[in-house]
């Protein structure tokens, strides 16, 4: 979803809490804004491709353009298991 349709979203009291986490295919970091039923919403570009930041922080700062709401950072690094 794009800013201005998150936004919209808080401003309906939809959204709970955000995530920024480590985007291991981009190398950049991803938002995503969680409603209270568990559903999540990423953020995009207007033809739907993911938008990632180069820092933890600019992803922060978009968080707080969309919504005042907690935000949780994952750790740089994550490991998966094969």
Known sequence: MTTSEL???YQAGKLRSARVCHDT??????VTFYDDEGNLY????????RVSYESPRAAEDKVHQVADCPTRVDSLYRFFEI
């Open 42 to 49: 990423e953020l995009t570009d207007t033809l739907g491709c």
């Open 7 to 9: 936004r919209e979203l």
């Open 25 to 30: 295919l981009s190398m950049g970091w991803l």
